[in-house]
Structures are given as structure tokens and as C-alpha cells.
């Protein structure tokens, strides 16, 4: 079955650290992937997504991911982190296939420490 | 700006009680979606409309959920009866799939439903 999975559960860094958070996905065939970032108390919002093209994508925020089609992976990264971007981040994935719906990681709590 | 409109955004229920949520979704949007938010389990689709018609509901409990898009407009998540266990933040979500192609979902603001 199709799936995206997130293997960092909780990430704690300090202010103006990198910022790297996993991505993996189980399919083979065609698929749409996003990120999207949900603030504590908030709604789920866009950070970036790639559909096709440059494999390397630019979001809001200053974010980025880079998708590399033979490690089925996307993941998010942000050269230096701020206190503002403590918050949830999943990683989705939209397959052209099966349930056809996005699928969404387990989430990754990012806490940024001043 | 165009956004999904959920509606109520907070309730209280007690246990028994049918609750009923509802979704405007995006003008233009042939899509909407129904997940729902735990700690424990994470995001889960619990169902899904394209182009009013529901494709998949399996994530939903079908005894006491039922989910319906009456029209383009307005989708409607229903419990009878609510039990704490449904106690959960329910987003909607709606989006443009063309050709089965997937395309930017917008999520909600979300229901935060507590069943008491």
C-alpha cells in the first residue's frame, strides 16, 4: 500500500541551527508531495510542493525540499532556524493510484529553542 | 483570499448527542476532504468527495459517522450518537484534481469537537 512515512517524531534545535526533517514514500509510480506546517492550536497550511521539474523546490519561510526519485524521498530543509517555526510538520504525498487522497506522514514536532 | 470554511469551529458535547460539522469548500474545488486529528493516530482521511459524489469512505466508522455533500457548497460530517472517543480536531479540505492528477489541498480551520 502507498504510504509516506516521517521518521523524526521530535526535533529539538537551537535558534540559527540547520534543519533537516526525513521524508520517505512507498510507490512507485507517479506522485504529488507536499509539506505542509500546522502551528500549535492551528490548521494545516502549504509550505512547498513538487509535482514535477527541478527536484528542488523553494517554499515559504525560507524552507526547501529536494526530491531525489531513487531514495523515494523529499526531504525539508532550512538553513537557519527560528524560534517563529516551532511547529508540526507533515510530509504528504498525493499517488495516482489507489485511494487516491493525500496521505500524510506521522508529523514531525520541531521545537526551536532561543 | 479564498479559503475552506468550517463551521462550528469549537464544541462541546456531551456523550449521546449527534453533532454535526460543516465545510464550504473553495469555490471551484471538485474535491473535499474529511480528516481527523489525535494525538494518538495522527491525520486520518476519513472520507472523501469528488465532484459531489463520495469515492471512499473506508476510514470512516460507518456506524455512527455518515458524511454527505448535499451540494457544491456545503459538505456535512455527522456522529450519532457521539461518544469521547470521537473527541478530535476535524478538518475539511478541498482541492482541484484534474485527470486524476492531484493538485494543492487547503485545509480548514478545523471542528475541535470534545465529547464530554
Known amino acids: 500500500a502507498q504510504s509516506v512515512s516521517q521518521h523524526n517524531h521530535h526535533v529539538i534545535l537551537s535558534e540559527a541551527a540547520s534543519l533537516e526533517l526525513g521524508c520517505n514514500y512507498s510507490?512507485?509510480?507517479?506522485?504529488?508531495l507536499f509539506w505542509y506546517v500546522q502551528y500549535p492550536g492551528q490548521h494545516l497550511q502549504l509550505l512547498l510542493k513538487?509535482?514535477?521539474?527541478?527536484?528542488l523546490v523553494k517554499g515559504i519561510k525560507g524552507f526547501e525540499a529536494e526530491f531525489i526519485k531513487s531514495k523515494f524521498s523529499f526531504n525539508l530543509r532550512k538553513p537557519s532556524v527560528q524560534w517563529s517555526d516551532t511547529a508540526e510538520y507533515f510530509c504528504?504525498?498525493?499517488?495516482?493510484?489507489?485511494?487516491?487522497?493525500?496521505?500524510f506522514g506521522s508529523g514531525t514536532r520541531l521545537q526551536v529553542q532561543p | 483570499d479564498a479559503r475552506v470554511t468550517q463551521t462550528p469551529r469549537h464544541k462541546v458535547t456531551e456523550m449521546g448527542q449527534e453533532v454535526t460539522m460543516r465545510c464550504q469548500p473553495i469555490l471551484g474545488h471538485n474535491t473535499v476532504f474529511w480528516y481527523r486529528q489525535t494525538m494518538m493516530q495522527g491525520l486520518e482521511l476519513l472520507a472523501y468527495?469528488?465532484?459531489?459524489?463520495?469515492?471512499?469512505d473506508s476510514g470512516m466508522p460507518k456506524d455512527r459517522f455518515s458524511a454527505e455533500m448535499p451540494d457544491a457548497t456545503l459538505a456535512t460530517l455527522k456522529i450519532q450518537p457521539s461518544e469521547p472517543r470521537d473527541s478530535a480536531v476535524y478538518f475539511c479540505?478541498?482541492?482541484?484534481?484534474?485527470?486524476?492528477?492531484?493538485?494543492?489541498?487547503?485545509f480548514g480551520e478545523g471542528s475541535w469537537l470534545t465529547v464530554v
Open positions: 513538487y509535482f514535477s521539474g527541478d527536484p
Open positions: 504528504a504525498g498525493y499517488m495516482d493510484t489507489g485511494r487516491r487522497a493525500l496521505t
Open positions: 510507490y512507485g509510480g507517479t506522485v504529488n
Open positions: 468527495f469528488r465532484n459531489r459524489a463520495p469515492l471512499d
Open positions: 479540505a478541498s482541492g482541484l484534481v484534474i485527470g486524476g492528477r492531484g493538485n494543492t489541498i487547503y
